[in-house]
């Protein structure tokens, strides 16, 4: 079963925008608004890194790199939390993913603390 599904990526000119999805599945996040939501992502040839993260009530955390560009949102009713990516630059190139930890009320944002991930998403940010 598909627990997280991640969808938008694309090839974008720099400064361009994308608008990444991620679906929860109801029958794992039955209690979605509870979980603390992730995205990160990797580039080639470098760590899996955090963008950001959104918390019960829609408070966000980004990662220094990111601030100011992109915002991360949640639909509690949706059971989906989405990326909006302005400005981008050819840095942002990577494969984003949407993440979870084990345990709602749980605010992680290291790779090593999620225990739900998606497949990816690509983002191709070009010159």
């Known amino acids: 079963q598909v627990q997280l599904a991640e969808s938008g990526g694309g090839l974008v000119q720099a400064g361009g925008s994308l608008r990444l999805s991620c679906a929860a599945s109801?029958?794992?996040?039955?209690?979605?608004?509870?979980?603390?939501m992730d995205w990160f992502r990797q580039a080639p040839g470098k760590e899996r890194e955090f963008v950001a993260a959104v918390i019960r009530g829609g408070i966000a955390y980004y990662a220094e790199s990111v601030k100011g560009r992109f915002t991360i949102s949640r639909d509690n009713a949706k059971n989906s939390v989405y990326l909006q990516m302005n400005s981008l630059k050819p840095e942002d190139t990577a494969v984003y993913y949407c993440?979870?930890?084990?345990?709602?009320?749980?605010?992680?944002?290291?790779?090593?603390?999620?225990?739900?991930w998606g497949k990816g998403t690509l983002v191709t940010v070009s010159a």
């Open positions: 109801e029958r794992t996040f039955s209690n979605f608004s509870n979980y603390a």
């Open positions: 993440a979870a930890p084990a345990q709602p009320m749980l605010l992680i944002r290291t790779p090593n603390g999620m225990h739900y």
